[in-house]
T-cell receptor
């Protein structure tokens, strides 16, 4: 299957600082990528859709000024958690669809980034 | 709006026995259905998907799932469970014509014991 990487895999930061998480599709191009947040033993919550060459689309209740998304190229999307607070601590996962079957494309997920805000 | 239900938070199975992880869905029109597996502190790994055609879909690691339109179900099955199958399993749905945005179930923790 296709490979999606995330960096860093784990980050610990102080409250008030900003953290950038990278998501890369390693062997395919993705005009769209998705960012999820997962709480312990919980399902994935879609935060936003990252669109190459245009603004990200945020889900209801997600602060776009706090979670900045930039889709810099067809293989890279970044999520920046600005002015992080302890309640932002979570597991962040990105995904990218690959294929040409439209909505039937398989989404491939990155390994996730564990963010801990002290 | 679409939704997915995974009625069991946890399923316990003895190694060598068959396993079933249940999933039902609600969507307008025809669904695309997916199963993913997540190991601790890892991202999700794709297992299988139903797009169209044969209702029985075979996927990775010996898993299969059967699409049942009348029951709006897509249960995940494996004839003989392994301890290494122990993980968190997610069912997901996407309506045809709905782009690539997935809706996930709440997940089912599978525990396979010796």
């Amino acid at each position: 299957g296709a490979v999606v990487s995330q960096h860093p895999s784990r980050v610990i930061c102080k409250s008030g600082t900003s953290v950038k998480i990278e998501c890369r599709s390693l062997d395919f191009q993705a005009t769209t990528m998705f960012w999820y947040r997962q709480f312990p033993k919980k399902s994935l919550m879609l935060m936003a859709t990252s669109n190459e060459g245009s603004k990200a689309t945020y889900e209801q209740g997600v602060e776009k000024d706090k979670f900045l998304i930039n889709h810099a190229s067809l293989t890279l999307s970044t999520l920046t958690v600005t002015s992080a607070h302890p309640e932002d601590s979570s597991f962040y996962i990105c995904s990218a669809p690959m294929g040409s079957s439209g909505g039937g494309d398989t989404q491939y997920f990155g390994p996730g980034t564990r963010l801990t805000v002290l | 709006a679409q939704s997915v239900a995974q009625p069991e938070d946890q399923v316990n199975v003895a190694e060598g026995n068959p396993l079933t992880v249940k999933c039902t869905y609600s969507v307008s029109g025809n669904p695309y259905l997916f199963w993913y597996v997540q190991y601790p502190n890892r991202g999700l790994q794709f297992l299988l998907k139903y797009i169209t055609g044969d209702n029985l879909v075979k996927g990775s690691y010996g898993f299969e799932a059967e699409f049942n339109k009348s029951q709006t179900s897509f249960h995940l099955k494996k004839p003989s469970a392994l301890v290494s199958d122990s993980a968190l399993y997610f069912c997901a749905v996407r309506p045809t014509g709905g782009g690539n945005k997935l809706t996930f179930g709440t997940g089912t923790q599978l525990k396979v014991e010796l």
